[in-house]
Structures are given as C-alpha cells and as structure tokens.
T-cell receptor, first 110, second 112 residues
Framework: EDQVTQSPEALRLQEGESSSLNCSYT??????LFWYRQDPGKGPEFLFT?????EEKEKERLKATLTKKESFLHITAPKPEDSATYLCAVQTDSNYQLIWGAGTKLIIKP | NAGVTQTPKFQVLKTGQSMTLQCAQD?????MSWYRQDPGMGLRLIHYSVGAGITDQGEVPNGYNVSRSTTEDFPLRLLSAAPSQTSVYFC???????????FGPGTRLLVL
C-alpha cells in the first residue's frame, strides 16, 4: 500500500536553530514529491516539487532534498515567521492523485 | 486573479441536514479536487474532476456528491450530514496532471 509518513509530528526550535523535517514514502513508483506550507486557518501553499533522487531545491531559508526513500526539508537559521505546518505529498505512477502525509508542525520561538 | 475561492468559511449543521460547499477558480484550470483535513491525518481526497462534465471518486466519497458543469465551478454536496463529516474542507485546482496544485482557504464544517 502506498504510504507517506512525516516526522516529527511537532518541532520546537529557537530562532536561528537549524534543523530538518523528514518525509518518508513507500510507493510503487514516484512521479513527484511535493512540499507545502500551511498556516493556521488557511489552505496549503506550494513550496517545492522534486522529481528524482538527488534533486535539490531552495527557497530563502528552506532547502528540499530527495532520495529513493525519503525527502528532507532543511530549514537554516529559521525565524518566527517560518512557524507553520509543513505538508509532504507524493504522486505515484499509477494515478495522478496525491498521497499526503499528516504534516509536521514547526514552531520557532524568538 | 482571485485564485481558488470557497464559501462559506464556516458552517454549523444539524445531523440529517444537507448543504452545498461552493468552490470556484478563475485560472482556467482543468483539474479540480475536494479534500477533507482532520487532526492527525493527511489530506484525504473526496472527489475530483479532470474537466467540465467529468468527475470521479477519491478515497472517501461516501456521503458526498459533486458535479462540474463549468470549468470554473466545482460544488460539493453533503446529502445528509453526519457528525463524522465534521472537518475542514479544501478545494484545489491545477492546470495539468503533474502541475502545482492551488488551494482555497477552506470551509470549516461542524455537524451536531
């Protein structure tokens, strides 16, 4: 069964303290892996798409990487405004619908 | 562009009542989807559409109906609301199969 698991469920960091969020997946064939950010009371907002192992993408303090089994979202020197829930989703070869992880809630304390 | 819009933002229903959640997009996207989001779970697909006149079921379709008469609109109907349908509902659209998906602001539904 296709599955996406995110860890940790929640992460509290001090401002400036770098860390990584994990998204592991077991799917029959990967078409693409997506990262989204979701603020409280709002819809998810697109961050990155990764298509193949070894690919990396960056945006401001965020960097997403992909291996054959998992993806990491690295956050460097985070600021309080980076606080949000980060969602990972996978699109498989068998259909074009996304399989979503439950998310990691990131809290950055000033 | 307004993007993806959803109405209402919040709704309270009694068990057995019916209602329609509205979703519209002004980006001329072919693909539209409805998700529900519950605490501790990933987004779950309810129904989706790949173009006007074409709809299909997702992972959790029971108790919900959809139709797609125009490219812009994709309403979700709750036929007879149940407490298990208490959730936050998101509508999303994208231009193509492997394109970025854009989400609406969500509708928070409480069924008593």
């Amino acid at each position: 069964e296709d599955q996406v698991t995110q860890s940790p469920e929640a992460l509290r960091l001090q401002e400036g303290e770098s860390s990584s969020l994990n998204c592991s997946y077991t799917v029959s064939g990967l078409r693409g892996l997506f990262w989204y950010r979701q603020d409280p009371g709002k819809g998810p907002e697109f961050l990155f798409t990764l298509y193949s192992a070894g690919e990396e993408k960056e945006k401001e303090r965020l960097k997403a990487t992909l291996t054959k089994k998992e993806s990491f979202l690295h956050i460097t020197a985070p600021k309080p405004e980076d606080s949000a829930t980060y969602l990972c989703a996978v699109q498989t070869d068998s259909n074009y619908q996304l399989i979503w992880g439950a998310g990691t809630k990131l809290i950055i304390k000033p | 562009n307004a993007g993806v819009t959803q109405t209402p933002k919040f709704q309270v229903l009694k068990t057995g009542q019916s209602m329609t959640l509205q979703c519209a997009q002004d980006m001329n996207h072919e693909y539209m989807s409805w998700y529900r989001q519950d605490p501790g779970m990933g987004l779950r697909l309810i129904h989706y559409s790949v173009g006007a006149g074409i709809t299909d079921q997702g992972e959790v379709p029971n108790g919900y109906n959809v139709s797609r008469s125009t490219t812009e609109d994709f309403p979700l109907r709750l036929l007879s609301a149940a407490p298990s349908q208490t959730s936050v509902y998101f509508c999303a659209s994208r231009p193509g199969e492997l394109e970025t998906q854009y989400f609406g602001p969500g509708t928070r539904l409480l069924v008593l």
